[in-house]
């Protein structure tokens, strides 16, 4: 079972004890992309409200900045300064693949399939974070992806412990903050499976009307901004489960 997530759909995981300050965190999922289309794609990103990068970390889908390859399949990592790096190895469609972000004091490292695929030194030990989501900018997610195994730890795992925890984990694991599995099979929320409560939720509801453009006023988005969005009859944009 996992989230299969269309257009305009994000997942807020919803952190009780947030704003959290992060000396080293972790945080890891398997996605399933089906196709591979325009930029700006961003599968996660945190952010602590403060309208800068300093305490921001987001990954997005772009064309490759070292090979000719134009395709938008090749995860770019922006974190506490500019500018954003580039994986050296471009993900695969209609694969399962594991995908990790790493910070721990000193540098954040971007992990596909447990090797790591870029770097990126830190200007400072610590960053905070307020907000934390899947498809964070769902307006720039025009195909359909989906989630499973979603974790986010207080410690840097090492690529060993990312590879030899794919598909499962304990959720009593030391220094797991929130587990969520996804496997839920209905609604529009997700347990976490550590019993710590931080139950995640997809919070844009697509309206009932259809054909028309048929506005509702949602909760902010992870920056602050209130959030839109509009039902079509020939272009559904809602989440479901599979």
């Known amino acids: 079972m996992c989230i299969k997530r269309q257009k305009l759909n994000r997942v807020m995981l919803n952190m009780k004890d947030a704003p959290i300050t992060f000396n080293a965190y972790t945080i890891e999922f398997k996605m399933y992309k089906e196709e591979f289309t325009a930029r700006n794609y961003m599968i996660v990103g945190f952010d602590n409200g403060e309208g800068n990068i300093n305490n921001r970390m987001w990954v ?117 903050l929130g587990y969520w599995k996804m496997n839920e099979g209905h609604g529009y929320t997700f347990e976490d499976a550590t019993g710590n409560g931080n139950t995640a939720e997809a919070n844009i509801r697509v309206p009932a009307t259809c054909g028309t453009r048929s506005l509702t006023a949602l909760r902010p988005d992870w920056n602050g901004r209130p959030i839109w969005t509009i039902c079509n009859s020939c272009s559904v944009r809602s989440f479901l489960l599979i």
């Open 60 to 176: 997005r889908f772009e064309a490759s900045s070292t090979t000719s390859d134009v395709v938008n399949r090749w995860m770019q990592m922006n974190t506490m300064a500019q500018p954003g790096q580039t994986a050296v190895t471009p993900c695969e469609a209609k694969k399962w693949q594991h995908v990790a972000i790493v910070f721990d004091g000193s540098a954040t490292s971007l992990y596909l399939d447990g090797e790591q695929v870029v770097q990126k030194s830190a200007p400072r030990n610590t960053v905070t974070f307020k907000y934390f989501a899947l498809l964070p900018q769902p307006s720039y997610c025009n195909t359909t992806i989906s989630f499973s195994e979603v974790r986010l730890w207080n410690v840097a795992r090492t690529s060993t412990q990312l590879k030899n925890n794919v598909n499962n984990v304990d959720p009593k694991s030391e220094g797991l």
